[in-house]
């Protein structure tokens, strides 16, 4: 392998680095600009953000405590 040969793969390498960053970049920028999720109970007010990256099963513990402590069932 060649110098040239090694710095073209170096250089995709890095391409699809920055592309992976910039994805998580416009993921995270789009999940800043949702409206949180409000849950009114007399007067109490929770606002719940979660990022884009949050694993479903995350979702369902935040939840589930969310209730726990409200009384919820």
């Not at 170096?10 to 998580?24: G, N």
């Not at 929770?46 to 589930?64: M, T």
Request: glycine share 4%.
């Amino acid at each position: 392998m060649n110098d040239s040969e090694l710095l073209s793969i170096l250089a995709r390498q890095r391409f699809l680095e920055r592309r992976i960053e910039a994805d998580r970049e416009r993921l995270a920028a789009s999940a800043r600009r949702r409206k949180p999720i409000r849950v009114h109970r007399g007067r109490i007010t929770v606002e719940i953000h979660l990022s884009g990256d949050v694993r479903p099963e995350q979702v369902d513990q935040v939840f589930a405590s969310l209730a726990k402590h409200l009384g919820s069932t």
